[in-house]
Structures are given as structure tokens and as C-alpha cells.
T-cell receptor, first 108, second 116 residues
Framework: GIQVEQSPPDLILQEGANSTLRCNFSDSVNNLQWFHQNPWGQLINLFY???GTKQNGRLSATTVATERYSLLYISSSQTTDSGVYFC??????????FGAGTTVTVRA | DVKVTQSSRYLVKRTGEKVFLECVQDMDHENMFWYRQDPGLGLRLIYFSYDVKMKEKGDIPEGYSVSREKKERFSLILESASTNQTSMYLC???????????????FGPGTRLLVL
């Protein structure tokens, strides 16, 4: 299956700081999604972004499919941004392969 | 809004017990999935279903089975629970495979299972 590596594994931010999370994948994909898991365990889809750039409020994501990576940007971080961010990829079937996640802690 | 519900948030079972985890979605999605989440490993796919009574093994199906008798409901069954099945279990659903890749997956709140 497709291997997915996320970096960094852990990130501690001061409120208001900006950050970049990275996702590298081992093969061509036609599906890439970013998820946020809050401290209570709920996973929420942030972006469906197999290529290109998207923005949603303080979050944005860019996928460069030809170079097999995606970046998630968090700007002006808030304590509510804390949690685990997962990158998941897939190609030509129903399955998604998830990375191990980046745990983000935003301190007030 | 899509709603995916799971029957329990927390569950404690004994080794050898048969365990049922239920998942219901209300958006008429064709695809449904069961994952387990363990620290440092992300989410791993156990089984998925693309239609009623249809199922396919994911990456770690051993020790698990599934049932999908109705479109909205997907059950995960641990035939004989073991301590190494202690984990967080997450159910998800998504619309029909479009040919360009699986559409967005929507997740339930998860069930934390402890097997003693």
C-alpha cells in the first residue's frame, strides 16, 4: 500500500503563531484529505485536496502531486486548533491510507 | 449535515467475549468503513463495505468480521475479544465511488474499547 509520512510528529505553538505541517506519500494518488481530530476524538475533514491549493479561514492546504507531498498551513493559531492532524491518501479504490498524524498543542 | 453515530463511546469487555460495535449514518452513503486507531500508528482500515451485504477486507481484518444488512448500518464484530484489540474504533461513511477517488469520509465519534 501507499506509505504516508507526516512531519513533525509533535508541534507546540504559542497562540497566534503560524505553522506548517507536511505529508509525504510514496506513490501517485488521486485522493488526499486532511483531517483534524479534536481532544475528544472526533475527526473532522478539513480539506479534500488531491492537487492544488485551497483555503478555509485560517487554514490552507497545498498539494504538489507530481512531487508527492502536501502541506497544511495554520495561521494565527488558537487553542481550539489543538489536536491531531492526519493526512490520508488513496488511489483508484475506496481505501484511504493514513499517516501517523501530527499532534499540535497551542498554548495560550 | 452528515451524521455518523456509534453505539457506545466507551466499552469494557472481558477476554473471549463477543463484541458488537454498531455504526449508523443518515446520509444514504454507499460506502462505510471501520478503522482502529492506535498511538503512533494513525488509522488502520479493518473492513469496508460499498453496498448492502458487500464487504471487503482492509489492512488488518484478522480477528474481526462485519455485517451490513441495511444501507445505513455497518456493524463490526469481535468474535472472541482479546487484549490486543483494546483500541479506539472509528466508523466512517462516504458517497459512492466517483471514479476520481473516494469522496470525503465522514467519521463517527469513536468507541474506546478496553478488553480485560
Amino acid at each position: 500500500g501507499i506509505q504516508v509520512e507526516q512531519s513533525p510528529p509533535d508541534l507546540i505553538l504559542q497562540e497566534g503563531a503560524n505553522s506548517t505541517l507536511r505529508c509525504n506519500f510514496s506513490d501517485s494518488v488521486n485522493n488526499l484529505q486532511w483531517f483534524h481530530q479534536n481532544p475528544w476524538g472526533q475527526l473532522i475533514n478539513l480539506f479534500y485536496i488531491p492537487s492544488g491549493t485551497k483555503q478555509n479561514g485560517r487554514l490552507s492546504a497545498t498539494t504538489v502531486a507530481t512531487e508527492r507531498y502536501s502541506l497544511l498551513y495554520i495561521s494565527s493559531s488558537q487553542t481550539t486548533d489543538s489536536g491531531v492532524y492526519f493526512c490520508a491518501v488513496g488511489s483508484n479504490d475506496y481505501k484511504l491510507s493514513f499517516g501517523a498524524g501530527t499532534t499540535v498543542t497551542v498554548r495560550a | 449535515d452528515v451524521k455518523v453515530t456509534q453505539s457506545s463511546r466507551y466499552l469494557v469487555k472481558r477476554t473471549g467475549e463477543k463484541v458488537f460495535l454498531e455504526c449508523v449514518q443518515d446520509m444514504d452513503h454507499e460506502n462505510m468503513f471501520w478503522y482502529r486507531q492506535d498511538p503512533g500508528l494513525g488509522l488502520r482500515l479493518i473492513y469496508f463495505s460499498y453496498d448492502v451485504k458487500m464487504k471487503e477486507k482492509g489492512d488488518i481484518p484478522e480477528g474481526y468480521s462485519v455485517s451490513r444488512e441495511k444501507k445505513e448500518r455497518f456493524s463490526l464484530i469481535l468474535e472472541s475479544a482479546s487484549t490486543n484489540q483494546t483500541s479506539m474504533y472509528l466508523c466512517a461513511s462516504s458517497p459512492l465511488y466517483s471514479g476520481t477517488g473516494v469522496e470525503t469520509q465522514y467519521f463517527g465519534p469513536g468507541t474506546r474499547l478496553l478488553v480485560l
